[in-house]
């Protein structure tokens, strides 16, 4: 079992930065690929990025150039640069065997933590 556990979010101004921070616990997160998620009112889940076992990353379209995904020990990041207020969701973390963008294929996911962007 990998408990996750997001933390960093919070309300800003169109414009600002923000860190998001995934602490695992249980088993060590560097054995598994992931993921960044993240679920807006009233729309699907959404893939944002991921970075593999080895560092490898994949970013979705919408945040490509100002989302960074990274790791270290025991905690994954991303770092959300040049907010928009579309980018306002709840995000998630998750942790999968293998390197998926669809949210079916991650095992374990934090409780989420809320980001909202003003204009």
């Given at each position: 079992?990998v408990?996750?556990?997001?933390s960093?979010?919070g309300l800003?101004?169109?414009g600002?930065?923000?860190?998001?921070?995934?602490?695992?616990s249980?088993r060590t997160?560097?054995?598994?690929h992931v993921?960044?998620f993240r679920?807006?009112p009233?729309?699907?889940?959404?893939?944002g990025?991921y970075?593999?076992?080895?560092?490898?990353?994949?970013?979705?379209?919408?945040?490509?150039?100002?989302?960074?995904?990274?790791?270290?020990k025991?905690t994954?990041y991303?770092?959300?640069?040049?907010l928009?207020?579309?980018?306002t969701a709840v995000?998630?973390?998750?942790?999968?065997?293998?390197l998926y963008?669809g949210?079916?294929?991650?095992e374990?996911?934090?409780?989420?933590t809320?980001?909202?962007?003003s204009s």
């Amino acid at each position: 079992q990998v408990q996750l556990v997001e933390s960093g979010g919070g309300l800003v101004q169109a414009g600002a930065s923000l860190r998001l921070s995934c602490a695992a616990s249980g088993r060590t997160i560097s054995n598994y690929h992931v993921g960044w998620f993240r679920q807006a009112p009233g729309k699907e889940r959404e893939f944002g990025a991921y970075i593999s076992r080895s560092g490898s990353v994949r970013y979705a379209d919408s945040v490509k150039g100002r989302f960074t995904v990274s790791r270290d020990k025991n905690t994954v990041y991303l770092q959300m640069n040049s907010l928009r207020p579309e980018d306002t969701a709840v995000y998630y973390c998750a942790a999968a065997r293998g390197l998926y963008v669809g949210a079916d294929g991650y095992e374990y996911w934090g409780q989420g933590t809320q980001v909202t962007v003003s204009s």
